[in-house]
């Protein structure tokens, strides 16, 4: 998942982690392993950068509200 991060920055995805794994990377220990991530609804642009990303990992597109 550190990849992930690293294409989303390299990408300029907007995103917001949360919950155990961003507190695993402010240097806090981790209570979960899944991954939490806020990804701004209705921003058009930044879905577009998204599902180029994700293009080959998703059966169908991502869509804002």
Known sequence: ??????????????????GGQAMR?????RFSMDWD??????DVENFARLN???ADELDLPLIPL
């Open 1 to 18: 998942m550190d990849e992930l991060l690293k294409q989303f920055n390299e990408a300029r995805v907007r995103y917001l982690l949360a």
């Open 25 to 29: 990377l402010a240097g806090m220990p």
């Open 37 to 42: 991530f806020f990804i701004p609804p209705r």
């Open 52 to 54: 180029a990303l994700l």
